[in-house]
């Protein structure tokens, strides 16, 4: 059975940092291209930052560059987000996505609360 299972959600004041985590079981995880989405109230899911599955590249949104950092640890299966400079936009329901290199599948986590209020 996949699972994805994110941490490290939480309310942080404006300015702050978190750093979220997503580790993975029943997958070959060094093979995934992992991604961190989020989804605002009201609002359509969409990428934050993705890593490819060779540590090689990194992609981030125009509106978390320079404030976030997406890496990975192959060796425990998980991958990071560190949030910082967090701003009220930064609001919403984060997601750990896992996208194979070699087939179709596609695994979602259950998502972690982010809230950046005063």
């Known amino acids: 059975q996949v699972q994805l299972v994110e941490s490290g959600g939480d309310l942080v004041q404006p300015g702050g940092s978190l750093r979220l985590a997503c580790t993975s079981s029943?997958?070959?995880?060094?093979?995934?291209?992992m991604g961190w989405y989020r989804q605002a109230p009201g609002k359509q899911r969409e990428l934050v930052a993705s890593?490819?599955?060779?540590?090689?590249?990194?992609n981030y949104a125009d509106s978390v560059k320079g404030r976030f950092t997406i890496s990975r640890d192959n060796d425990k299966d998980t991958v990071y987000l560190q949030m910082n400079s967090l701003n009220p936009e930064g609001t919403a329901v984060y997601y750990c996505?896992?996208?194979?290199?070699?087939?179709?599948?596609?695994?979602w986590g259950q998502g972690t609360q982010v809230t950046v209020s005063s």
């Open positions: 890593i490819t599955s060779g540590n090689i590249r990194t």
């Open positions: 996505n896992a996208k194979s290199t070699i087939n179709s599948r596609e695994y």
């Open positions: 029943g997958i070959t995880f060094s093979i995934y291209v």
